[in-house]
């Protein structure tokens, strides 16, 4: 330990404040941890944002299989401060997007057009390296992981070459961020995982920092009927804003409308995007859904309840799909840089996305205020050191 400790700091351990959790139910602790310096293939990236996903919140919950204690945070943008060995696909001052599963290109799901799939993803809840090790620290010598292997609640994190993309010079940080894990996860549910067709009925679960991009990319691909079902009058504003045609507090008053308004025939697509995934949301989203029907799945919910429980009868009768969505079925490498063209050209509305923007001591109340209703994004704005 003491051998090891040394060699790092020849080769530059840095201290970095962190947001961690070290139990559930206790919230985000700040404090100060080391950070080795990175190893083969692994980049130490200085962040600039970082986006507050309902991902991390599931940590502080209780309802994630993560490793504790973690450093959250696995949306965020910033500068590559320093490179190890072998690393070509960035350099240092490189300003680059973290996508949350890395795109290795070699594996069978990247060389398949799968990188949403990516063996490289496989330590995303203990933030354990391949090596077998860990580069965050605290000050007692555990070792603490970043979330996803990422860790963007923290001034500077090391992290795989591989999660790395190009952030253009013109993108804004704060958007670069957003497109590392809520944008495509929600575009991409809607565009490829569900595969919207133009003249299609969609109905969207859940109007936050996901779903309003499910609603994006149903619009863009062409949908007649984008219906979103979400109990917040705020969210259900803004997702007419990003192009649904109708909006619901409740999921019966939805099915009512798509009943109607489709004469019966039922809705082509469902999408969850709910922050917690429930039972009775599984169910709505499938009974919605028509003849061929497909019901896509992009949310978690409770640790101990299991939100899928549908009578198999519901599935076959109308021959209906049932099907998980990670990182919208997006291969983060082509889509990245696809979903900040459409930005660029104003066919995807993200400055819409950021609803306030938080420093990183004030992480607890950025939750308070997600859970609360408030943010369909909230944008933690890392210190300039
Ligand atoms: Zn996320
Ligand atoms: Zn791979």
Redesign the pocket.
């Known amino acids: 330990m003491s051998q090891a400790t040394t060699q790092a700091t020849a080769l530059g351990t840095i201290t970095t404040r962190a947001a961690i959790v070290r139990a559930p139910h206790t919230g985000w602790e700040l404090t100060e941890l080391q950070l080795d310096a990175p190893k083969a293939h692994e980049v130490r990236i200085k962040f600039h944002a970082a986006g507050l996903c309902h991902s991390d919140h599931h940590i502080t919950e209780g309802d994630a299989p993560v490793r504790l204690p973690v450093v959250g945070g696995h949306e965020g943008a910033g500068v590559v401060e320093s490179v190890g060995p072998h690393v070509s696909r960035v350099k240092p001052g490189d300003r680059v997007v973290c996508s949350y599963i ?6 069978r ?2 060389s398949t057009g799968h ?1 949403n799939m ?3 993803g496989r330590n995303a809840g203990t933030g354990m390296f391949p090596d077998g090790t860990w580069r965050f620290h605290d000050g007692s010598g555990t070792d603490i992981g970043g979330f996803c292997t990422l860790g963007t609640f923290s001034q500077y994190a090391v992290v795989l070459e ?1 999660a790395c993309i190009k952030l253009p010079d013109d993108i804004p940080f704060e958007i670069g961020s957003l497109v590392g894990c809520g944008v495509p996860t929600g575009w991409g549910s809607a565009v490829y995982a569900a595969g919207v067709r133009a003249g299609q009925t969609v109905v969207i679960y859940g109007a936050g920092g996901v779903g309003s991009n499910a609603v994006q990319g149903a619009r863009y691909a062409g949908a007649k009927n984008v219906v979103v079902v979400d109990p917040v009058e705020f969210k259900r504003d803004m997702a007419k804003v990003f192009g649904a045609t109708h909006t619901f507090a409740d999921a019966q008053a939805a099915h009512e409308f798509v009943v109607d308004t489709t004469h019966g025939q039922l809705a082509d697509h469902a999408i969850c995007t709910p922050g917690v995934l429930t039972g009775d949301i599984v169910q709505a989203a499938t009974l919605v859904t028509g003849k061929g029907g497909k019901v896509t799945i992009t949310a978690v919910g409770k640790v101990t309840e299991k939100s899928v429980n549908v009578h198999a009868g519901l599935l076959i009768g109308y021959q209906r799909q049932l099907r998980g969505a990670l990182f919208g079925d997006c291969n983060p490498l082509y889509d990245v840089p696809r979903l900040l063209g459409l930005y660029r050209s104003g066919d995807l509305k993200l400055d819409e996305l950021v609803t306030r923007r938080y420093r990183l001591d004030e992480v607890n109340q950025a939750y308070q205020d997600m859970v609360d209703g408030k943010n369909i994004r909230g944008v933690l704005i890392h210190e300039p050191a």
Do not use: L, M, R, V
């Not at 890395?102 to 594996?107: D, E, L, Q, V």
């Open positions: 890395p795109a290795c290109g070699k594996c799901s990247c990188q990516c063996d490289e591989w």
